[in-house]
């Protein structure tokens, strides 16, 4: 049995050589692989068997050796080889060869690649008895896996009538190509043979689709030039296959194709052309959609005449047609239409325009009514809604106490509490509603009632007055409200006696909303009243340190003069000084006469504070022989008076000059004025 299987593949083997030499007579056959319209894998030859080359220049052997080269099964999932599969039929045999492909559920296909039945259905056998191969029959463990999409393409030779090409290795990465340009229509072709001429390049790619021009160089390299952009992807197809020109083994008849996209100035033309043709078509049709959601224009305003006038004028009177009319009296005043001959015209045509306005006003007048009667509507129908809220929660309530909650099973219970709630919820938001419309109401009636001020202030403290009076009217409106609520009440509380069972339960609701108005009208009226309190004491320290201000400038006033009383003095004395003895001695007898009143005069401490101030003063600076600064002073003189300043202490000081001296002490950034008790040799010197 072994030695017929091999008798067998070398059989198969021999004939698969003489069907691939067939298929070179037969010539080329179109690919079926289409880039720009599928996306499946590529699937050349037939899917019985291996494949055999006799190519001594391919594969680099003996030309009288034959060397076998195994091809990829058309189902792409297993890699059966017919050395390991003895195979007793005959490739010759085309109805045995039929019979078996059937069996396996695949179409009958030869050697070249075409089907021997073209009318062949794969769910019908072929053999009367024998049921085409299921997956699921019982015995058959092994189940052909489906071809993967990404499973690349199988190249095979490629006869034509001059040359034949042969493909590249399909184990070796493709090959690279560079970005393809836009609108790109040329490819570059390199690796030619040095004696291939353009009647063979037209031969092998005017399989791919129409050629419309060959550049071709002395450098074994071209330029082709297709009718439409999925030619070029055909030809990058033959990108790598070995040229051979005729059964030539010599070097100059050889070559390895190169195609890759080639970027030429035509095909960019035509792109940017059609790029623009689509925009202008794009641009058309947005301009049509636009005019079709366009509103229609106005019609063409009448020329000026007199007849058109009357029109207008009648229009003018028309309500309904009011608005046409004065449009076209707008754009004959606009175009200049009006002169000494037609001013009257004009002049009455604006004054039926004026008259529109009463009609406008009246107009307004009644929309507003309208809109005060339904507000009126709401708010009556709200407030029976809250009624009847009002009794429902009521039942409810009713129902939950213990006497009737007894009764009743644990589910009605929960849907009573959870009826109640909602019922409660949607009470609160309608009272909320309501409250918020009279809220609405009583600022309109307030903000009518307050006039705006007519001035603005200049101070602080007209503006705090301004406020405070703002405050006692709105005090005031509020108390009459309070008033008017109270005489309400009182009124329903005697009417409530009267009335019957049915109008019991709508009083006590006004009753419990005219009760809550009173709270928040009482509330708002105590925060008015603080409010009120705190702008009074506001203002009170307003006027206390205005007061404390005013005393400040009279203090400083005072002793502005005081300085200017000394200045005086002295230059009197400097006068004094060169005048004769007689004066002297009429000097000293009036000083003499009126002690009391010169020491007074020329004293510079000017009243008992001020003598206070000098003692302490210069009992402290005693108890610091080396001085204290103003502030240290100041700061010690402040916890017997807070409204001693620093100001008024170094005046005084200054004026002091027999008694207190002033010196700096310290060296660079510690350098510090310093005040000094000089009592002792002030008395001396004086």
Known sequence: MGGHGGAGAGRVRAESGRGGAGTGRGGLNHLSFDPASTNKPLQLGGAAGPRVSESPAENGGDPGKKRKRAGVPADGGRNLSLDSIPMGLPMSDPTAWTTAMNNLGMAPMGMTGQ??????????????GIPPINPMMPGLGIVPPPIPPDMPAVKEIIHCKSCTLFPPNPHLPPPATRERPPGCKTVFVGGLPENGTEQIIMEVFEQCGEVIAIRKS????????????????KALYLSGYRIRLGSSTDKKDTGRLHVDFAQARDDLYEWECKQRMLA???????????ERFRPPSPPPVVHYSDHECSVVAEKLKDDTKFLEAIQTLLTWIERGEVNRRTANNFYSMIQSANSHIRRLVNEKAAHEKEMEEAKEKFKLALSGILVQFEQIVAVY???????????????????????????????????DELMGIRREEEMEMS????????EMKETEESALVSQVEALKEENDSLRWQ?????????????????ASRDEDTTKEQQMKLLQQALQGMQKHLLKVQDEYKKREAELEKVREEKLKIETLLENLKEQQTMADEEDKERDTVDCQGNESTTSRVCVCSQEKDCPVEKTLSNSPVKSEREVLLVGIISTFLHVHPFGASIEYICSYLQRLDSKICTAEVE???????????????????????????CGFDGLKMT
């Open 482 to 498: 309070l008033d008017a609520y109270r005489n309400e009440v009182e009124l329903l509380k005697q009417e409530q006696g009267k």
């Open 115 to 128: 089907p021997l039945l073209p009318d062949f259905d794969p769910a019908l056998g072929m053999m009367t």
């Open 447 to 454: 903000d009518e009632e307050i006039e705006d001020p007519s």
């Open 651 to 677: 005046v005084l000081m200054t004026r002091l000059q027999n008694t207190f001296r002033q010196e700096l002490s310290g060296v660079g950034a510690s350098l510090e004025k310093r005040w000094k008790f």
């Open 397 to 431: 309530h009713s129902a939950s106490k213990q006497k009737a909650w007894d009764h009743f099973t644990k589910a009605q219970r929960k849907n009573i509490s959870v009826w109640c709630k909602q019922a409660e919820e949607i009470r609160n938001i309608h009272n």
């Open 218 to 233: 002395k450098k074994n390299f071209c330029h082709i030039r297709f009718a439409e952009e999925f030619m070029v992807d």
């Open 280 to 290: 202008r078509e794009e641009r058309h049709r947005r301009r049509l959609e636009e």
